[in-house]
């Protein structure tokens, strides 16, 4: 007895190491991380550690999770902006990109975009910097005026690239609208030939595929809508585009002496906050940063045409299905209203045939008349006098409703 409770006493501390050890690695995820320099790897990284690194909180992070779904959403923040469009989920800041769940099949296109784009962007960044030296040093036999306009004129022969942020940010909208556009593609090449033959003959089977496109259609619709809106939010809200420009905050906090100069290509002291007191925090408040938002509104207004034009392709597609029901329902009424004449028709037969019979019928009865005197030859002319009768007077009804247009 003993011996077991020696036993139940030893087990039972291992069991809140276990428990810490399953919680330490259950927010561990892989993360596809893109530096600005164009360096691409892999990283397990936890929740703690990709809000240090990017400066976002708990909340932003829950919206790139590829487990919850939230709406199309371009998150500003003070240092990263959260982008959040149908399946790109992206974390981008001055100095880097995080992609959750990179091995995801939808993601392959999206990552193979990043992977090639920005280290080419890195690429060119460093050419641009060994060209900028080589063309700003002249010898020291030179006079003054010449190495100033070596200097004007490497300016004017290379035109300012794109901010670190938003080359990823465009990478990010380009894949976006090519997948829209690829599944307004298809959808279009589906619909229209199954329209046309639900017009040509109207089917169950038919109509049931057109039921189907036109589910498709409504869901891709407000799924182009709801990307439409966003860009149109942050099109109408300079504020916004102005937060956007993270490489020139990284830039101001530096010229303020808010982060030491050795300090601003280090994504991580910078974004992590650490170096950071409040002091500091409340003069980054401060800072009146009121960049020229040409360049991010151009970016965001290009795509907001092509998903305008995406979004126009769909209305063109949702006109032809409105348009071919109406069609069939014409159709469909057409062949009520032949249904309801032929009854029409049937009943006013029937209404006769049933005169015809009530009056032979009076006349068969079992009693004494004159007309079954003699032979069966007068009862007969009687019944071909009825049926004749009810024929004339069947058609005099028809005529009857023509007149009155009950036949269309």
């Known amino acids: 007895m003993a011996d077991r409770i020696e036993l139940t006493r030893i087990s039972i501390p291992l ?6 050890a399953k919680r330490k690695g259950a927010g561990a995820r892989t993360w596809l991380v893109v530096s600005k ?23 932003d992070l829950r919206v790139v999770e590829p487990e919850l779904s939230y709406p199309s959403a371009v998150l500003r923040r003070e240092s990263a902006v959260v982008v959040n469009l149908e399946h790109i989920k992206a974390i981008v800041t001055a100095n880097e990109v995080l992609v959750p769940n990179p091995r995801d099949p939808r993601m392959a296109s999206f990552v193979y975009d990043l992977e090639s784009k920005l ?4 690429a060119t960044i460093t050419s641009d910097k060994a060209m900028e030296q080589s063309l ?18 490497s300016k004017r022969m290379k035109p300012k690239p794109l901010p670190f942020e938003f080359r990823a940010l465009e990478i990010c909208l380009e894949s976006v609208c090519k997948s829209l556009e690829s599944e307004t593609s298809t959808l279009e090449e589906e619909a229209y030939p199954a329209l046309d033959q639900l017009s040509a003959k109207t089917k169950t089977k038919n109509l049931k595929r057109v039921r189907v ?27 916004d585009m102005a937060q956007m420009y993270l490489t020139d905050k990284l830039a101001t906090l530096q010229t ?22 409040e002091e500091t925090s409340s003069k980054c408040s401060t800072i009146d940063l009121k960049p020229n938002v040409e360049e991010v509104e151009m970016l965001l207004g290009a795509y907001f045409v092509e998903i305008e034009g995406i979004l126009s392709k769909l209305s063109t597609l949702q006109e032809y299905v409105d348009n071919t029901e109406d069609y069939i329902n014409i159709v469909l009424d057409d062949k009520q209203n032949q249904l309801l004449r032929m009854g029409l028709f049937i009943s006013t037969a029937s209404f006769m045939v049933t005169l015809a019979v009530v009056a ?49």
């Open 15 to 20: 069991l809140p190491s276990q428990s810490q």
């Open 37 to 59: 320099s164009g360096k691409i790897s892999f990283e397990e990284l936890g929740k703690n550690t990709v809000m240090r690194r990017s400066g976002i909180t708990a909340h």
């Open 119 to 122: 280290s080419d962007f890195g």
């Open 136 to 153: 700003t040093y002249m010898p020291p036999e030179a006079s003054g005026s010449n190495r100033k306009a070596s200097n004007g004129e």
């Open 213 to 239: 496109i036109k589910g498709r259609l409504v869901a891709l619709t407000g799924r182009v809508q709801k990307v439409r809106n966003e860009f149109e939010h942050l099109l109408d809200d300079d504020t």
């Open 256 to 277: 303020e002496g808010l982060v030491p100069e050795d300090e601003i290509d280090d994504a991580y002291a910078f974004l992590s906050g650490d170096h950071i007191n």
């Open 360 to 408: 032979i019928g009076f006349l068969s009865i079992n009693i004494h008349i004159d007309l079954f005197d003699g032979t069966y030859n007068q009862w007969y002319a009687a019944f071909g006098g009825c049926s004749v009768g009810s024929v004339v007077l069947y058609i005099i009804v028809i005529l009857v409703f023509k007149w009155l247009r009950l036949f269309g």
